[in-house]
């Protein structure tokens, strides 16, 4: 606390990202980072951009990295927008798109920035629980009599509870809501989600968001994207324009396009995440797990003899860390992201011996 915080500062509960520690020889499988590394391709156009011509400001709109995108999802280059992490394509959204008079709506359990750029931006919310099953029931978010949304987010799949919804779902609320913009937040989609970046061209009042840290293994370079109508990504552009002119350096447009461009090392490298997510799935399973079925890049997990906090705790001094999260509803489930199958199975043989 300091005399010289603005009032705004006072009000704010930031978020709090999972720790990076470090620790020799750690099992690191609580902040969903890719367990492979970035594309080749990737990285030697990343290291072409170390030069003199650093000295100069990159490309204020990246016009690159939304030509590469706009090819990749056949749309055109206005309906993309790109910034410095999802985060803060996410931020720009909420204050650009979401800020209404009516609360915006999301689920109770989901990712907990949203409830932050709320408080960030003075956005009024109301969460929407999810059913028994941790499942979103899109029914809950269509007019109910006078009763509305201002804006709705969906993680789709969501966090941290890896569950998907069927394409259809989504469009069931974008088509509900009309008059609202529904932003879906992707960041998992490519790990076996649908992507409803195939319904931006039906419907006005859709944001997709996605990112580069996860499926693409560039959580160090810092690049998100949204696709949308032109018009909403035209609002998005005068936030950013008022806020910071270049969100991406030379490094992460370079990065970023190659990433675009490389097709197979993507398809591939999320291909393995996948296989070894099953597998390890069936793995808790065995050792008394209730594992929620995962269309993401983690599992969220529960034992029903084990304490979760405790769990997280035993692990970690063992060098394995995994997420839990302190929140109503979900504080007996651990969220343990994909790591190698060497390091899963590092977790699973712990956990036996923990369990045991
Ligand atoms: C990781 C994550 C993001 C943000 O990722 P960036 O690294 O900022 O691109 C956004 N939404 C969800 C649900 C996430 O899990």
Not at 265 to 272: D, K, Q
Request: a neutral charge; hydrophobic letters at 45%.
């Amino acid at each position: 606390m300091s005399r010289f915080w603005s009032a705004v500062v006072h009000g704010l509960t930031p978020y709090v990202p999972g720790e990076q520690p470090k620790i020799d020889n750690l099992v690191k499988l609580n902040t969903n980072e890719h367990p492979y590394g970035p594309s080749p391709k990737a990285l030697q156009a990343i290291r072409k951009e170390v030069t003199d011509s650093l000295r100069l400001y990159p490309d204020p709109n990246a016009d690159r990295l939304k030509a590469a995108l706009a090819a990749r999802f056949s749309l055109e280059p206005q309906q993309v927008f790109v910034g410095n992490g999802s985060d803060e394509v996410l931020a720009h959204a909420f204050h650009a798109l979401l800020r209404h008079e009516r609360p915006l709506w999301f689920a109770d359990v989901t990712y907990s920035f949203y409830p932050v750029y709320c408080g960030l931006y003075g956005i009024e919310y109301r969460t929407v629980p999810l059913d028994e099953h941790y499942a979103i029931r899109p029914e809950d978010y269509l007019p109910q009599g006078d009763e509305r949304a201002g804006g709705i987010v969906v993680a789709n799949p969501n966090a941290p509870t890896g569950r998907a919804l069927p394409l259809a779902k989504i469009e069931r609320i974008v088509a509900g809501n009309p008059d609202a913009v529904v932003v879906v937040d992707e960041a998992y989609v490519d790990f076996g989600g649908e992507s409803a970046i195939a319904l931006v061209n039906r419907h006005p009042n859709l944001l997709v968001v996605q990112t580069f840290s996860k499926s693409r293994s560039l959580a160090g370079l810092r690049v998100g994207f949204a696709v949308g109508h032109a018009d909403l990504i035209a609002g998005l552009e005068r936030i950013k324009n008022s806020f910071n002119s270049y969100p991406l350096g030379r490094m992460a447009i370079a990065g970023a396009v190659a990433s675009v461009e490389d097709e197979p090392h993507f398809r591939e490298s999320c291909r393995r995440v996948i296989a070894t997510r099953e597998q390890l799935t069936a793995d808790l399973a065995a050792l008394g797990f209730q594992v929620l079925p995962s269309a993401a890049n983690f599992v969220f997990a529960r034992h029903p003899k084990h304490d979760a906090a405790e769990l997280a705790l035993a692990l970690r001094n063992r060098a394995i860390l995994v997420r839990h999260f302190k929140a109503p509803r979900i504080d007996q489930f651990l969220r343990i992201t994909v790591g190698t199958d060497a390091q899963c199975g590092q977790l699973v043989k712990v956990l036996g011996e923990l369990l045991g």
